[in-house]
């Protein structure tokens, strides 16, 4: 098997940890609306990686840390403490990224005014396919998980290519840099002009093979830690045989704790193509329902142009969607109606999808989702302003073979239009990049927020915070004034709240301000002069 | 007059310079479609900071350089020479803000789920109104100018507040900066609830008269220096009284080289309150006309909710437009129909619109442009799929009190629809924040490009150019792989051409990438490490 090739991870995900205790500010999702933002906090995490106490009224001191630790007892005086030295600065769970090609990294930023479909013929398939090449892969692939962990990630659900030995150099690439990770060799067996000659499995049976072979490599690497998984991954419903989709639902249905993932209802093109070669489904979503490829281990990305009997049946299933918006508003192909999702029912995270998404940040998909919510609203608002209705603007969509015109989140059939209502705030965005991420990638219980059982997988965030110089006299405006640490984002002057703090966080920072991410409790990303 | 209390400026915009050859790539705008990108540059400025030549066959060589300079004679063969030394890397021209509210920058990223005429009582006016106090401002303010020259902004036109002594400290901060300005005193003087009784000018005499004085102090510390001039800034038309918007037409009329500033149809709340408030205009863009306002020496920001009528109405006055994406999309105002203005004939620069903007990025600008082209083009598709012409929508707005529904850019009355056209490429995007600012601000035959005569208003961009390893073999693949550098954004593989650079540079960078900056030829801002 290809993937013997790749030698066992030296993996950071191995080294051993010690009880530590997490001292300072702390922020994370409660609820889709709140965020609990404790600034005297205390995080007890344990030599396994799990939070054993969460404590809310301690002095940010080292003597404080100590009488906690002494108070605990047990081992819990020896703890390694962690304090947050920053002025501004606090706890935050790591972040989830529910959809990245890792493959796709070197091209993030090219795109052109392109959209989905010739996207993929110009860009992207050239770029997967150079991934037969394992140093190229090497290169890319190890490139890209370091620049989504300094970014805070510390889960990703990745797409690599169709290549199984690319597939598992990902996986191990993941377990030496100790990030948490789903790795999908893509499944992809239509003949041209569904895929190209150049770059698609073989046929049916070479695709099935290869998808055990890679899901076996990625197994065989994780060797039980329960760190980096396989996840099924067909391209998408015009990239794959009937015959092959429902090959895939068979083998995700028999397999407890698989996951799966692909595209959906991304724009009018594909919607369009996929109606015209599935003739048979009610509608896209029911092309993954047929196969046996709908449930609650499934991720569907996008979810741009669905019908309310769309959301209806992802929300029966228990679908999870992974919202795209950098990418969705990149390409051009809609704002997607996460609110309309949401009161569905639906489970929803975030995802960059490097690299119709050009950043790996999931703090700038947080940005992305509120901003794609703003013109969700202003386009709702619009609807509202010309009289459509939802239901019959649903109804015509689509008599016209597709439903792009059915995104709007403000008409749900009972007359009661709020184009606000579309609006995302940045702790729901904050809520859709953790506890959302957690759940669609079925890990709700394990990470994505602070709590007793949870893994400490986490990141501690500093702001710029500025001196503050109340007794500046005219004398001293002489200069040029404060023109220093401009190397690190956000300034903080003092006057701002924690939430405040949040806020300028999520619209003005980058991994700067990510100055240490954990996963499981072991520190896999450490800035410079930061100790922890 | 309370500008004395602000000690001369030890200016930067005051060092004396050498003649310098800058040698390696370069890339500029030549038309808005356009950009110029030249691998083997190299362009000579003479000791006023002026374009003396530029050279398009030059190695990137300290010994190309000096047989370059040898052959030009006179005392050029002892200039200083300046050369790229990334492997990504070009020069490219400074980016010029034409809109930003340097009072309101401690506010950067507060902004909730606001819309305009409720960010402003919540949020903006507080924030203004502090900067009463001196030493604060001195804070605020140098901040703002280290922050904007750090991201490769060497021209911006200042908002500042009410305050005269603060207005011109603002100046003296930009002079001491090197940075090229023009500064405003806000001028509002409407009583409530037009203007909040605790920031406002007390009268139509007051505001005038404050105008006045923060004119005569940023011409005083400019000392014929021609870096930082005045502006005008009636705040908007709402804020001001009929008579002072009047009297402030009539100074410009009468000012040749002076500038103004305000705001125009930026949210539909907005239109329908000036269209109670100035009944007898034809629309809000007549309101300035009516005052004497319009011009060719006046930036309106925003314009995102314009009839063809009012551009129309720009196009034949010359009035510049500050186009905002970032803040139109923040503030949920909309997506400005930058297409149709620029087909109206009407010129168009960028500005960030610190704070409703929450960046004081122009290259985040520069994205938000191309992003806000996207949505725009999604609007206009589903106003062509639902079947609305762009004539009737204008006439309804109208007859609804607003025209937020005529801020499609497909429908231009010809039944010509393209949605598409209202995409913008990040080359014209690119456009927009040099050379489209440059001619907003009435600088175009001296900034924003690369031009013998002009002037070196400039920036060195460096991308994070990875070492090729063409030969990794299978057990140099057994670490972690390449994690180094993860503090330069934008990786490059080498297989991209310097087009693609460019691209990759606009979607992924930061100022980190902005390596030295200067203004009229003089060295405004530099990294450390490297050499200018």
Known sequence: ????AVTPPEAAAARPISKALYVGPFVHSVSLQDLDICATG?????????????????????????Q??????????????VRIRHAAGFFFPGFIDTHIHASQYPNAGLFGTST????????????????????????????????????????????????????ALLARLCLAAGQRAFVGRVCMDAPAPRCPDWYRDADSAAALAATHDAIAAVQALDAGRGLVAPILTPRFAPACERDTL???GQLLQRSPGLLAQTHVAENAGEIAWVKELFPEAAHYVDVYGRAG?????????????????????????????AHCPASNTALGSGAAGVRRLLDAGVTVGLGTDVSAGASVSVLEAVRHAVWASRHRAIMDAEEVASGASGASKESSGKQNGHTETDSSSCCNGNGNADPDRAKLTHAEALYLATRGGAAVLSLADKVGGFAVGMEWDAQMVGLNALASSPTTTEGEMGGVGDTGDLDIPVDVFGT???????????YGGDERNTLAVWVRGRAVRVRQGVVV
């Open 1 to 4: 098997m290809p993937a013997t």
């Open 42 to 66: 205390a995080i007890g995490v344990d030599e396994n990686g799990i939070i054993a106490f969460v404590e809310r009224d301690v002095q940010n001191s080292d003597a404080a840390a100590a």
């Open 68 to 81: 906690l630790l002494g108070a605990k007892g047990g081992d819990w005086p020896g703890a390694r403490v």
């Open 116 to 167: 989905l479909l010739d996207w993929l013929t110009t860009y992207t398939f050239p770029a997967e396919s150079s991934l037969s090449s394992l140093p190229l892969a090497h290169r890319v692939y190890s490139r890209c998980v370091a620049r989504t962990l300094s970014h805070g990630t510390t889960t990703a659900a990745y797409y690599a290519t169709i290549h199984v030995p690319a597939t």
């Open 246 to 248: 429902a090959a895939l």
């Open 293 to 321: 490829l709908l449930g609650p281990r499934t991720v569907l990305a996008h979810a741009v142009h669905v019908s309310a009997e769309e959301r209806a049946e992802l929300a029966r299933t228990g679908t999870k969607v």
């Open 496 to 506: 701002e709240s924690l939430a405040d703090c949040v806020a300028k966080w999520v």
